[in-house]
């Protein structure tokens, strides 16, 4: 299926259709694993009923070539235990016990680094997840995601509490620009397996690599050529030449690239999809949405994020009949999940590192590793209506797509 101009065919009809405006997006079908939704373009999706392990695999044949320590965490997980990794379960605060590394975006105030809505006015405020179980693109509730066939083990970590904002990223393309680029196998998880990060469940005798240094080529290095890369659309694009008023909206038109390479300078790294689903679902709460107290509660409007939304589900939240992000944290306290984490639905996408494709094993702390043409992002858009924003919902997209609808925000070690 071609890419369509979502906004286009918004502003015209509201026809119930969506895609992800990108600067350039090849045309690809759509995968056949889920409710579409609004999609009509390049985003791909798979329900939680779709959620199906590898054919002729089985979690205890895979895990004869997992390493002693990898298949202990499993086995504890399977008896109802939590992962050894400093934290007790999804009710809890118990740290592990290596420091949290300095945000540098926020190393200088100022406008999108300070002055956000948290008590500290950080835009790096970055917020412990406990560890915990829970049941990937799973809520109970929605159709399409009602079958608990993909559970999984999450060890505590950090999560953002904002997307990365405009103010931020400025940061970060000044040290590109200076000549900074990642270090091979850096973003790793370097907290979990003794150093060797995330299972690679496409491969479970495998651990996260971290960052490919032929990945470099996909990073500015001048002035003019980020300038290029960042001015993706012509009218929603939140990127300016020179910093402004939109210092505090989340950065967009990034690339997964990009936003791998951001959250490593900034001393973090990607969230696996478990970690980001998992702390949008609120653990074990298996929340309808990010907010939903009770966790079944399908409750949503304007007040709770930016999307498709407004006027009875006919209009935007923000610039009625046009759509855009706004600051982050802008729908919070109310919006938030669990952990106090903002906009984990609405205003952008969010990168996560796994490439696209059915869940297999549940293995502990893992992601999908291997190659392969798509990678996931989570949470909806402004240009997104309610089902986008499900917690249980999945999409995925070129990682060299740059869309106004997509962002990221980072994870870092508990």
Not at 195 to 215: V, Y
Not at 237 to 264: H, K, Q, R
Not at 321 to 334: I, K, Q, Y
Not at 357 to 372: C, E, N, Q, R, V
């Amino acid at each position: 299926m071609a890419t369509m101009n979502f906004r286009a065919l918004a502003r015209a009809a509201a026809l119930g259709l969506s895609s992800l405006a990108a600067c350039s997006s090849p045309s690809h079908p759509s995968a056949d694993l889920g409710d579409e939704g609004r999609d009509g373009g390049s985003v791909h999706d798979s329900g939680g009923d779709a959620a199906v392990h590898e054919a002729g695999t089985t979690e205890a044949e895979a895990l004869d070539a997992v390493s002693g320590d990898v298949a202990a965490s499993l086995e504890s997980s399977a008896d109802g235990g939590s992962p050894d990794v400093g934290a007790s379960d999804d009710s809890g605060s118990e740290t592990g016990t290596e420091s949290l590394p300095p945000a540098l975006s926020c190393a200088t105030p100022g406008a999108g680094v300070s002055d956000c809505a948290n008590d500290a006015g950080s835009c790096c405020a970055s917020l412990e997840v406990a560890a915990g179980h829970f049941t990937r693109s799973y809520d109970g509730v929605s159709s399409g995601y009602t079958t608990q066939s993909a559970p999984v083990a999450v060890s505590a970590f950090r999560l953002d509490q904002y997307e990365i904002t405009v103010g931020r990223f400025r940061q970060f393309v000044a040290a590109a620009i200076a000549g900074w680029m990642p270090s091979a196998g850096s973003g790793k998880h370097v907290h979990l397996n003794d150093g060797k990060g995330l299972i690679d469940s496409s491969s479970p005798s495998m651990f996260e690599a971290g960052w490919d240094a032929s990945w470099n080529v996909n990073l500015g290095t001048t002035t003019a050529d980020w300038n290029t890369k960042l001015a993706c659309d012509p009218t929603s694009a939140t990127w300016t030449v020179a910093a402004g008023s939109n210092e505090t909206l989340p950065i967009d038109c990034v690339t997964w690239f990009d936003s791998y390479a951001f959250c490593i300078w900034d001393g973090g790294f990607l969230p696996s999809e478990a970690e980001w689903n998992y702390a949008a679902s609120g653990g074990s709460d298996q929340r309808v949405y990010p907010w939903s107290s009770p966790p079944v509660s399908t409750t949503i409007d304007c007040t709770y994020a930016n999307y498709f939304g407004g006027s009875g589900g006919t209009d935007f939240c923000v610039m009625p009949g046009v759509g855009a992000t706004n600051a982050v944290g802008s729908e919070s306290p109310m919006g938030d999940g669990k952990w106090g984490q903002s906009d984990l639905a609405g205003n952008v996408f969010e990168w996560n590192l796994d490439a696209f494709a059915p869940y297999g094993a549940g293995y502990p702390d893992s992601a999908y590793l291997a190659t392969a043409p798509f990678r996931v992002i989570r949470g909806g858009d402004f240009e997104s209506d309610d089902s986008f924003l499900l917690t249980s919902s999945r999409r995925s997209d070129d990682p060299t797509d740059r869309s106004v609808a997509i962002g990221a925000r980072c994870a870092r070690i508990p």
